[in-house]
DNA sequence: CCACGGTCGGCAACAAGCTGCCATCGCTGT
DNA sequence: ACAGCGATGGCAGCTTGTTGCCGACCGTGG
């Protein structure tokens, strides 16, 4: 992974870690977007970003964007805002679709793949072109993303009801069953549902029980 | 958790684990009943089976009870397999709505609680009328329950097409359009989603999704 | 060849889910 | 008091999902 290759393919998090922990030591701008908060390259992005804040704070711009679906559990959505306080890093919440990526001073960029065999593989691009390309489509996901306290107070009423929509949800019961057992007429309910289902980006039900449980939800 | 404490409770798999790794040791019958794969105590279970197995192969009868989901996936499907084959171990597949259940010498019981702040909490039960009383409940279970090769034998079909099926249905496509990818018509698309539900056990398809989680099959 | 069993796929009836509409209610501000 | 706003919940139309039915087709065995 030195000069003159494009791209190469890491496969599992030790050696990512291995190959990158460096440049966060190094980078003065670090950006990274992801659907959830347990993924490798934003616990790690986050516990050497605990050692960047101290030793480099103001020095480094540290930019994240997540799907909303990390702000409908309170303790992931206030963790989130300690990280923004702490480390002065700068959050927004987009409703796109996003693949998991970190970029380091728009020179290096990391791109999370498929998970195989057991392991995640990561394209890491040091291609000035592609990096600039990767670039571009980060800062137009950035732009018309929301800043991270406009979009959690839009979603603090979601958050309220959410575990028991989601608990019932869980459990299969109907709309109508679970609508009564909440006190809710049935419309409510599914309003209730609806916006659990654009918080965590799914177009379906099926679908947003996947996200739901990838999020620790239910 | 000496004598005298009918009930107690342990927080978290470390002092689960503490608290009762002897008894695979010394246990002449273990009887196991959980949804997946991925739960402590089968993992645990799984690793001190391999010991006992060693030392005390002969001399312990261990059974085991899954939901029909953990055979969806192959990899999980043959490890079960392998458990039976290496550790002289029955495993039977139910399609009842199991609690996760651990049973030593029909004198001790584990059943696992919620996950919560993040840790699993376990009832130890070794107050005798309590755990003969589960103990009934588990053989009802493994009475009706399903030897593994031939419930096997029967999913194998659903095994196959069941990858793409999983794919769509986390993607969030409607029905038809997920049939016409895979080639199929709509019928038996649904057929094929219908099936999946049943080895899941999912009555609606959140739940479903949820479960798929779970399983990592998505 | 025929009979049988199993699967597929189209069709249809029904249920469940999605969402707009609108009347009602409660709360707030003037 | 009234006006305005937002949320609720019932209703209804529509879409999507669930499942039975049945004809067609294929493979197998006698």
């Keep these: 992974m030195q000069t003159g290759e494009a791209v190469s393919i890491v496969r599992g998090d030790e050696e990512l870690l291995a190959r990158t922990s460096h440049?966060?030591?190094?980078?003065?701008?670090?950006?990274?977007?992801?659907?959830?908060?347990g993924t490798w390259m934003l616990t790690h992005a986050s516990e050497d970003l605990d050692a960047l804040a101290r030793a480099r704070r103001g020095h480094v711009r540290v930019r994240k964007v997540y799907r909303p679906g990390v702000l409908i559990d309170p303790v992931s959505a206030q963790g989130l805002r300690r990280v923004r306080d702490r480390h002065g890093a700068e959050i927004r919440i987009t409703t796109d679709e996003l693949n998991e990526t970190i970029l380091f001073d728009r020179r290096l960029a990391i791109l999370a793949g498929d998970l195989s065999g057991g392991r995640r593989s990561y394209s890491v691009i040091t291609q000035s072109e592609a990096v600039q390309g990767?670039?571009?489509?980060?800062?137009?996901?950035?732009?018309?993303a929301t800043d991270l306290d406009v979009y959690d107070a839009g979603i603090a009423e979601i958050r309220e009801l959410a575990p028991r929509v989601l608990d019932l949800l869980g459990q299969g019961v109907k709309d109508e069953v679970a609508a009564r057992r909440l006190g809710l007429g049935v419309r409510t309910y599914r309003r209730r549902v609806a916006e659990l289902m654009d918080a965590l980006g799914a177009d379906s039900r099926f679908q947003a029980g996947v996200r739901a449980r990838e999020l620790g939800l239910v």
Tied chains: 1, 2.
């Design 134 to 144: 990767i670039t571009s489509l980060y800062e137009a996901v950035w732009r018309s």
């Design 23 to 37: 440049l966060f030591a190094t980078a003065t701008e670090i950006a990274c977007a992801a659907n959830g908060l």
